[in-house]
Nanobody, 124 residues
């Protein structure tokens, strides 16, 4: 079993920042890619960012480029999402995901494990 536990969500004003964390435990998959998705009310899951184990490859959704940064600490099996210049349209439940694949994956179906999600609300 693999457990992914997100933290760091909350309520913030537009223009503010939040840092999400996702700690993984259980089966070792430290060489797999990890990513973040989000789901706003009434909408489908949306890819946000992903990073390979090596850190060489990173991908962002166009909507967050230049504002969000994904990073990971492989020694701690933890991935982070630094979110700056937040907008009301960033409001969503944010999910951490992990895959055994070693390459970048931006498809929801490409991930093997998911966290329970953390709410991010950006007020205008």
């Amino acid at each position: 079993q693999v457990q992914l536990v997100e933290s760091g969500g909350g309520l913030v004003q537009a223009g503010g920042s939040l840092r999400l964390s996702c700690a993984a435990s259980g089966r070792t998959f430290s060489r797999g890619a990890m990513g973040w998705f989000r789901q706003a009310p009434g909408k489908e899951h949306e890819f946000v960012a992903a990073k390979t184990w090596s850190g060489v490859s990173t991908r962002y959704a166009d909507s967050v480029k230049g504002r969000f940064t994904i990073s990971r600490d492989n020694a701690k099996n933890t991935v982070y999402l630094q979110m700056n210049s937040l907008k009301p349209e960033d409001t969503a439940v944010y999910y951490c995901a992990a895959t055994l694949k070693t390459y970048i994956e931006d498809r929801r179906l490409g991930y093997d494990y998911w966290g329970q999600g953390t709410q991010v609300t950006v007020s205008s």
